[in-house]
T-cell receptor, first 112, second 110 residues
Framework: KAGVTQTPRYLIKTRGQQVTLSCSPI?????VSWYQQTPGQGLQFLFE???????NKGNFPGRFSGRQFSNSRSEMNVSTLELGDSALYLC???????????FGPGTRLTVT | DAKTTQPNSMESNEEEPVHLPCNHS???????IHWYRQLPSQGPEYVIH???SNVNNRMASLAIAEDRKSSTLILHRATLRDAAVYYC???????????FGTGTSLTVIP
């Protein structure tokens, strides 16, 4: 069974630009969560989507948004990029109600 | 939200047991204790979880204190492939969020 895939794997953007990251969950998983990982803050929860609805949101500014499609694929968008948005963005999927999350390899975003 | 506290780093010799501690003094009655680990250049992977009783699986054992304010992840025989950052996380049974701390970086010495 294919794992969680994320595209692109690496991305370089300039301050002020916007970026869209994509996540394809494991087949059958309808819950998708997004995390930001930085050396200083560690892994921080961004939001979770289930059946195209955002169920939970972490403590991030409104520049961070996401959506989920009917096939459970998810995208997250960051507008007006700042240098501090440079991070590894991880996506995780799971079955509804399951405890175990499966993470993708992440997208490494560098903002210059 | 409940928080966890873990040592920043630990070392272990190969083929010896490793005990990774985690303090969660503000845990509530509905919080599950989860452990994930992150190998270099990879996303985190699930290791084990529990609520009150000790748990065992093919990867590790989880020992939970009677008052649930602390827990210990036990790797019975450390291998070089176990070198990773180990995260202890609390998750509310009714919630859908996983709050990761900064984790413990485990070094396995050959």
């Amino acid at each position: 069974k294919a794992g969680v895939t994320q595209t692109p794997r690496y991305l370089i953007k300039t301050r002020g630009q916007q970026v869209t990251l994509s996540c394809s969950p494991i087949s059958g998983h309808r819950s998708v969560s997004w995390y930001q990982q930085t050396p200083g803050q560690g892994l921080q929860f961004l939001f979770e989507y289930f059946s195209e609805t955002q169920r939970n949101k972490g403590n991030f500014p409104g520049r961070f948004s996401g959506r989920q499609f009917s096939n459970s694929r998810s995208e997250m968008n960051v507008s007006t990029l700042e240098l501090g948005d440079s991070a590894l963005y991880l996506c995780a999927s799971r079955f509804q109600g399951a405890y175990e999350q499966y993470f993708g390899p992440g997208t490494r975003l560098t903002v210059t | 939200d409940a928080k966890t506290t873990q040592p920043n780093s630990m070392e272990s010799n190969e083929e010896e047991p490793v005990h990774l501690p985690c303090n969660h003094s503000t845990i509530s009655g509905t919080d599950y204790i989860h452990w994930y680990r992150q190998l270099p250049s990879q996303g985190p992977e699930y290791v084990i979880h529990g609520l009150t009783s000790n748990v065992n699986n093919r990867m590790a054992s989880l020992a939970i204190a009677e008052d649930r304010k602390s827990s210990t992840l036990i790797l019975h025989r450390a291998t070089l492939r176990d070198a990773a950052v180990y995260y202890c996380i609390l998750r509310d049974r009714t919630g859908n969020q996983f709050y990761f701390g900064t984790g413990t970086s485990l070094t396995v010495i050959p």
